[in-house]
């Protein structure tokens, strides 16, 4: 079974203490596996809000 590699929160996040995720808070408090796997749904959950934005970005604008 292959060593399992961490994931490292996104040192790029500046954001202050109260504005960060909630996975990415408790991420701080846990260790090994459930450590990685909340930073990987941190990860997903972000991705998901920059794909969306592209999206969006992508659309027609409406005109009133």
Known sequence: MPAETP???DSSDQRPPF???IAQD???DLEGAPR???LAIHQM???GVLLLER????EAKVQR
């Open 19 to 21: 504005e960060r995720p």
């Open 36 to 38: 990685n796997l909340a």
């Open 55 to 58: 999206l969006l970005d992508g």
């Open 7 to 9: 994931v490292k929160p």
């Open 26 to 28: 408790l991420s701080e």
């Open 45 to 47: 959950g972000e991705m």
